[in-house]
């Protein structure tokens, strides 16, 4: 069987976006953007279509390597936790994110928010499915992947929905491959202190749950690992 190409469509929307204000939603506009330009800047060449923002609190963009998918996702959360509470807000801004894995078949002018395919088809509903304090879902070909992903994402959630904004910003340099060090003077403040937000945030099993989400999806990006009946 000839080996289709996968690509990760990232569907997601604020989390209680309808308490801000006309000024704070210009903020989370601002932020939300920043946090698209993290992608590019840990993964360069790897944002298939630009991230679109639709609705004022939506957003949807397509990456062309789905292994890379599960840390851009925590770099959005991670982006949008530090800088809304950089300006003062006292409730940590967080987002829902749906991850389909899969072929497309339709992209017209570029536009995610325009396109058909297995990936579109398993990001979309999913996001819709999402209830309580579930933040990110991620869907692939195989049944079998997905429930380890979805254990694997819960764990993701629960320390996520733990991070004060010290520690997302930590987290957020841990998956832009900062060592310590080089955080610890972006921060200017100690290494030890940088080591001792990164183990409150839960940076080595952030870590550990990344490398094995790289070894999942190999298995199904790899040559004949798709099966259309799924």
């Known amino acids: 069987m000839k080996k289709k190409e996968f690509y990760a469509v990232v569907t997601g929307d604020i989390v209680g976006s309808s308490r801000f204000n006309i000024n704070q939603r210009s903020d989370l506009l601002s932020v939300l953007k920043t946090s698209f330009g993290s992608i590019e800047e840990i993964f360069p060449g790897t944002i298939y279509t630009p991230f679109e923002i639709h609705r004022g609190d939506s957003f949807q963009g397509v990456l062309s390597k789905p292994e890379i998918a599960l840390p851009a996702a925590i770099a959005i959360r991670a982006g949008l936790r530090y800088g809304f509470e950089t300006k ?7 987002a829902r994110i749906a991850v389909g894995i899969g072929s497309i078949d339709f992209l017209p002018n570029g536009r995610g928010t325009e396109g058909d395919g297995d990936a579109f088809r398993r990001s979309g509903p999913i996001l819709d499915e999402m209830k309580g304090d579930r933040r990110l879902l991620i869907r692939t070909p195989s049944k079998e992947i997905n429930a380890e992903l979805d254990t694997e994402c819960a764990l993701i959630d629960a320390l996520i929905n733990r991070w004060s904004t010290e520690q997302a910003q930590v987290i957020l340099y841990q998956v832009k491959g900062l060592t310590q060090e080089s955080a ?45 009946g799924i």
């Open 184 to 228: 610890a003077k972006e921060l200017g403040i100690s290494q030890p202190a940088v080591r001792l937000r990164l183990q409150s945030a839960g940076g080595w099993a952030i870590e550990e749950l990344l490398k094995r989400y790289k070894d999942q999806i190999s298995k199904i990006i790899s040559p004949g690992a798709y099966n259309s």
């Open 88 to 94: 003062k807000r006292r409730k940590a801004l967080d």
